[in-house]
């Protein structure tokens, strides 16, 4: 996999990149976290290339259009994904706490 493309968090927490496989496939995601989605699933989402929806993708983050989901259990991080729903999943183990934030660090409010 090649980094094409990456962002810090102002706060220098999180490091969002966009990854090209060999096949040409593209993978969106923080560093360290297995949350991730990928550039063909965007498209077909949105009805529109797979450049256009990548990019409206990492500019509805960066713009504080979408929220960053970080679930912890305890003090330690155990995973970090992109979502437009700042809801905590009801599914969740009961030791697992998720908050909410914007690309800036702002704490968002969950729903």
């Known amino acids: 996999m090649e980094i094409i ?6 706060d220098g927490l999180f490091r969002f990149i966009v990854e090209r496989s060999d096949a040409g496939d593209l993978s969106l995601g923080f560093d360290g976290f297995a949350g991730h ?7 077909s989402l949105a009805g529109v290339s797979v450049d256009v929806a990548v990019r409206q993708y990492i500019n509805d983050l960066l713009g504080g259009k979408s929220f960053i989901a970080v679930a ?9 994904w992109v979502t437009d729903d700042p809801r905590p999943d009801k599914y969740k183990p009961a030791d697992e706490t998720i908050y909410f934030r914007y690309w800036d660090g702002r704490p968002a409010l969950s729903a």
């Open 5 to 10: 493309e990456e962002h810090r968090t102002p």
């Open 37 to 43: 989605t990928h550039g063909d699933i965007l498209a």
């Open 72 to 80: 912890c259990i305890g003090d330690k991080i155990r995973d970090v």
